[in-house]
């Protein structure tokens, strides 16, 4: 899985940084959000719970997705701005996977 920066922009009104990322999987199946979550943290050095995945849709025909990241610098609680329910289900996903193994 590549990661490719699309369009990355500071947005001082909601004091976060947008970013665009486009994820090529050539000969793999569509990765799941919690891989791309997981893949655009340590790639841009980010701080996990400061970090949104806002989106992850795959470009119909071919081997390639986009994913929408939203990243707080300043620890604003952004669950009065963006829904909790997505982020809240990779948290759970991370917990179970690692209880399990």
Do not use: C
């Not at 793999?28 to 790639?43: D, G, L």
């Amino acid at each position: 899985m590549k990661l490719e920066i699309l369009k990355e922009v500071e947005n001082p009104y909601l004091d976060r940084r947008e970013i665009e990322v486009k994820i090529l999987h050539e000969g793999e199946a569509t990765p799941k959000r919690v891989e791309v979550f997981k893949s655009v943290v340590e790639r841009f050095s980010l701080d996990m719970d400061k970090t949104i995945l806002i989106s992850l849709k795959t470009i119909r025909g071919t081997n390639t997705s986009v994913a929408l990241i939203y990243y707080y610098p300043n620890g604003i609680d952004w669950s009065t701005i963006e829904p909790v329910k997505r982020n809240k289900v990779i948290q759970v996903g991370e917990e179970k996977s690692e209880e399990e193994g």
